[in-house]
């Protein structure tokens, strides 16, 4: 048993919240309700401070901080929807837009209308990541075009889950990309076919077989997909499977990122082996 955390209070937008030490100014924001956009952020990995979409203005405080690893302190006072905020995360939104596809990262098309952000200012010369999706295999898809570099499929792949090593980052700067170790094909490299890189990654970029053809053919729809969560019966592990059902028929496997035996994390049999139901 841990001791409890002594409770601080933060002022969030005008509005005194009380969260325990150690949390971060995303815990106390959405505490206060507040809507702070995230995309390199994940529940289950460390902050990687990578995408900046979600910094907000720290009074006293020269810069905008990332609020998803910023550590709330008492007496704190955050604007969430300042000028200076919304200004940040347009253009963050507008670099991000005009050289990657985000048509399957959620909540991006809303975020944009919202922070007024308009990618095509930049002309059609802007330089892209546009490249052919990798379907090298029957399980998952590399599409690096709509990759943004949070590198939260490297950090569950290494030490903080997997420990499998198999994803990297090539190259250096502008040249920078998510790749396999040494750049080697992914049948040569250390992949498990886990697919807990599929699980964190937050615009597509890594997706599911089932889903890459559903949404090929036109038929993915996840307003008519049911999800229901079971238990892994291949092991006595106790894994929570998360079923999503579209037509009658599991369409992607997933885990709750609250369970306490797996925090989203699965196996190559719990999270693709679902064939012989």
Not at 226 to 239: K, N, P, R
Request: proline letters at 5%; hydrophobic letters at 35%.
């Amino acid at each position: 048993m841990q001791p409890p955390r002594r409770l601080i209070d933060v002022e969030i937008d005008g509005e005194s919240v009380r969260v325990p030490e150690g949390s971060t100014v995303l815990d106390a924001c959405r505490t206060a309700g507040k809507d702070v956009p995230t995309l390199c952020h994940g529940d289950t990995l460390t902050p990687k401070n990578a995408c900046r979409v979600c910094v907000v203005e720290v009074e006293g405080s020269r810069t905008l901080a990332p609020a998803c690893s910023r550590k709330a302190e008492a007496g704190m006072v955050v604007g969430t929807d300042t000028d200076r905020a919304r200004h940040s995360r347009k253009v963050v939104l507008e670099l991000l837009a005009s050289s990657t596809d985000l048509s399957t990262t959620p909540m991006a098309k809303e975020w944009m209308a919202d922070y007024g952000a308009d990618p095509a200012r930049f002309g059609e010369e802007a330089a892209t990541v546009a490249q052919p999706p990798k379907v090298d295999n029957d399980l998952y898809v590399r599409d690096y075009g709509k990759c943004i570099l949070c590198y939260k499929c490297v950090d569950a792949c290494g030490e903080q889950w997997q420990n499998s090593f198999a994803i990297s980052v090539a190259g250096r700067g502008f040249d920078a990309t998510i790749s396999t170790e040494f750049d080697v094909a992914l049948t040569d490299s250390a992949c498990v076919y886990c697919g807990n890189c599929v699980e964190v990654c937050p615009t597509g970029a890594l997706s599911f077989k089932t889903e890459f053809d559903m949404r090929a053919e036109g038929t993915w729809d996840e307003s008519e997909q049911s999800t229901t969560t079971t238990i892994c019966s291949y092991c006595g592990v106790g894994c929570n499977l998360t079923l999503h059902v579209q037509d009658n028929k599991i369409v992607k496997v997933t885990s709750p990122h609250d369970n306490p035996v797996t925090h989203g994390n699965l196996c190559i049999k719990g999270r693709f082996g679902y064939g012989y139901v």
